[in-house]
């Protein structure tokens, strides 16, 4: 069924099979400059069952590995905000367990963007309270900026403060109207892992741009626009660059050496959740989830065009015989059975989309159109966007946004044409993907995330605005009016728990 | 001869007969929601002129229901009624920047149809393609747009879009020439006049230039060329039959060098 199998399996089961199981009792924390060694295969307890990081060819050191060193002057390593517990994101339960253990002296909590506003007191909780209490690191972005080529972005649109609790966008020193005027916006780390698919180009064009995908000023090459919320970096190596400088406080580049060796890692690693605390293995029975699946088929295929369908990872437990069933525990069963329901809704249940700009407007699908989860998460076995996933779905736009009285608001004046959908003004917590075009039409567009090791890695959305899955779920049905029953969204739950 | 290498022009019969008479008007969509799959729902739309309601659905570019649309196309009334209206295909929409009450209505009984991907779609970089024979022909090619625009949309200019820039690819070294089009001549439709502004000729023509280069075609063998007036397409295909949209359009032509 799977015809995507590219690597030989045996090889990659070997590599596994001489690691040592990881010891259950390591501090899940990875702190910068420990220097374990990073083993072929290593699992994590999570609230939902166990995840599972894969190292394709084998063990690493991490001694001197410049994703696990710590540089600059905050004593802080890729790692800080990549944890490999968290499916290489940030949780906000390792969050908070790192302030009760340290306080404000652990690097996470660095001045730069581990708290609302450098310029706050950083002793205080209160100064770090969107990183503490929403998982969400300060995104500090020049205003207006500059084009992939380096070019000054002429916007059409207009950014003021309306208000804003953090208060760095109305700082002196780091806001607006400061000398170096920033615009501040908040964001979660995104996964550092399963960069096989989300660096593959399975099309030449960017429909939603009408347009081939964007060239890399750097390599002349195209690339598939599928990186950091608002897509400001073209390649891993601009977003090596861009994160030594921002998050890790140091402005000389990192060496090619460094960014090598960064490169290495984050092309081997694979992450997703690989058992259930109710339902088991999630590749027991036929089913295909986990890593293994992931690291060995192919990536960047349309999972409704040549690819495999989109979470048909769980087809096996949907076609179960009588006498597999009664073999399993009743639990067991259940979520097994929910789980291939949810995979099913994911790509069948249909709702109506409209007013989404990078879906309605302006490829021509119409507005409305319906279609179901599957039209955006698209990807054979990561559930993005085979096209670059700038899309708004109003996460951090008005109307649609969830109340977030914890984060900036801004309001953008569209000066030429009027947004497509919002009109001349749009109230946003965050302009995503505008901050790098300029264009108004852009604003509130976020690049879709891919969707493994979720368990392990709440909460969700850019800006952290749903607190488990069942609040993204229900995000989606208040936003298109979706009408999903009881049993629809708790089937979605245990799905996306199980990815 | 030429037609085939690029086209396979017969691929896409229109339905129309040639005594059909093109229907063209603007008017406010509506949105029925025919709940039979991804993709399923109709867009209706009245004439104005007769009051007859049309089904709009087999246009690539859908409508917004927030906006009025210019409709071109055939009537074929013998495609059924799936919407509860009469079809029109072939059928083209452009969306205009003229505001419209949004209206909805439910299915009502009509099943709309069930999405099969369209003929004109390009096809993944995980498929192999098939490249041209020596030796290589001249190429011609056209490229059709919305009404007002110079965006390349999804299922239609792309599809001729892709199929020029791979030819270019594919027989470098070539040189590319482009001309650009635009629909001057003021039109009277449903009492609104509209025209194209001239400067989108020129626009669309950069569009694919800047398309060409991004996929690899060598900036020092494209050029772009003034537009001949009353030329025909260099292609048909792409129109369907119809006759209002011939003037909205990029034609490529490629020489092997």
Redesign the interface.
């Known amino acids: 069924m799977i015809k995507t199998v590219t690597l030989p399996l045996a090889a990659a089961l070997l590599a596994i099979a001489v690691a040592a199981p990881q010891a259950a009792q390591e501090d899940p924390w990875w702190d910068p400059d420990e220097g374990r060694t990073f083993p072929a295969q290593l699992e994590y307890a999570n609230a939902n069952g166990t995840l599972r990081l894969l190292l394709e060819d084998g063990p690493m050191e991490t001694e001197g590995h410049p994703f696990f060193t710590s540089k600059g002057p905050d004593g802080r390593a890729c790692v800080t905000c990549h944890q490999p517990a968290d499916a290489m994101s940030l949780s906000i339960e390792s969050i908070q367990r790192q302030w009760e253990r340290r306080g404000a002296k652990d690097p996470l909590f660095a001045a730069s963007d581990g708290s609302n506003c450098p310029s706050l007191p950083q002793g205080e909780r209160a100064s770090h309270s969107l990183l503490l209490d929403h998982g969400l690191i300060r995104i500090a972005r020049p205003w207006p900026g500059k084009d992939y080529e380096g070019k000054p972005l002429k916007p059409d649109f207009t950014i003021e403060v309306v208000r804003d609790p953090s208060t760095c966008n109305l700082d002196k020193r780091y806001g607006l109207n400061s000398d170096e005027p920033h615009i501040s916006v908040f964001r979660r780390p995104r996964p550092v892992a399963n960069f096989k698919y989300i660096e593959a180009m399975g099309f030449a064009y960017d429909p939603k741009a009408g347009m081939p995908l964007t060239v890399d000023p750097e390599t002349g090459k195209p690339v598939s626009g599928n990186l950091m919320a608002d897509g400001r970096v073209l390649s891993l190596t601009a977003q090596m660059r861009d994160a030594a400088s921002a998050h890790l406080g140091f402005l000389d580049e990192l060496d090619a050496k460094d960014m090598e060796r960064i490169l290495d890692f984050e092309r081997r690693i694979y992450v997703a959740q690989q058992r259930d605390a109710k339902g088991g293995d999630v590749d027991a029975a036929g089913a295909l989830g986990g890593p293994m699946t992931l690291m060995t088929s192919r990536a960047g295929l349309l999972g409704s065009d040549g690819g495999m369908p989109v979470w048909a990872e769980f087809e096996a437990w949907e076609k179960m015989s009588d006498a597999e069933k009664a073999k399993l525990p009743k639990d067991v069963l259940e979520f097994r059975e929910s789980v291939a329901r949810g995979a099913r809704a994911f790509r069948e249940k249909t709702f109506l989309i409209s007013d989404t700009s990078g879906i309605n407007t302006p490829i021509g699908f119409g507005n409305p159109v319906r279609n179901s989860c599957v039209f955006c998460h698209n990807m054979s076995h990561m559930g993005m966007d085979v096209a670059p996933g700038q899309v708004d779905l109003g996460t951090t736009n008005m109307p649609f946004a969830d109340p977030a009285p914890h984060l900036p608001l801004f309001r953008i004046t569209c000066t030429g044409k009027p947004h497509p959908h919002y009109g001349r003004t749009i109230l946003t917590h965050d302009p995503g993907y505008a901050l790098t075009t300029g264009r108004c039409s852009d604003v509130g567009r976020i690049t879709l995330q891919t969707m493994r090791g979720l368990s392990a890695r709440a909460p969700y959305f850019s800006n952290g605005s749903a607190k488990d899955l069942r609040a993204v779920v229900d995000y989606y049905d208040r936003r298109y009016t979706i009408g999903y029953t009881e049993q629809e969204k708790t089937d979605l739950v245990n799905l996306m728990r199980a990815l | 001869m030429l037609r085939a290498i690029i086209l396979g022009a017969s691929a896409f019969a229109t339905t129309a007969t040639a005594t059909a008479q093109e229907i063209n008007f603007i008017a406010c969509p509506v949105?029925r929601?025919t709940?039979n799959?991804?993709?399923?729902?109709c867009?209706l739309t009245s004439d104005p002129a007769s009051g007859t309601r049309y089904d709009v659905t087999a246009a690539?570019?859908?409508?917004?229901?927030?906006k009025a649309i210019l409709v071109e196309g055939f009537a074929a009334p013998d495609e059924g009624n799936p919407c509860g209206a009469t079809v029109m295909q072939p059928v083209r929409v452009s969306i205009l920047e003229l505001p419209c009450t949004r209206h909805?209505l439910p299915a009502e009984g009509y099943e709309g149809r069930r999405f099969s991907?369209p003929t004109r779609n390009?096809r993944?970089?995980?498929?192999d393609r098939k490249r041209p024979e020596k030796p290589y022909a001249k190429g011609r090619f056209t490229i059709p747009f919305?009404f007002d625009k110079t965006?390349?949309?999804?299922?239609i200019?792309?599809y001729y879009l892709?199929a020029t820039?791979n030819y270019a690819l594919d027989i470098q070294p070539a040189l590319v020439e482009i001309t650009g089009h635009a629909q001057t001549t003021p039109r009277t439709i449903s009492g609104e006049t509209i025209t194209e502004p001239a400067e989108i000729a020129q626009e669309r023509a950069d569009?694919v230039r800047?398309?060409l280069i991004?996929?690899g075609v060598p900036e020092k063998n494209i050029r772009i060329t003034a537009a001949r007036p009353g030329a025909a397409p260099y292609v048909m295909e792409p129109f369907d039959g119809l006759k209002s949209p011939l003037e909205r359009r990029v034609d490529i032509r490629i020489t092997p060098q």
């Open positions: 949105y929601d709940n799959g991804r993709k399923s729902g867009w690539p570019t859908k409508a917004d229901w927030n909805m991907l390009v993944p970089l995980y498929e919305d965006f390349i949309t999804y299922q200019s792309d892709d820039i569009v800047r398309a991004m996929r």
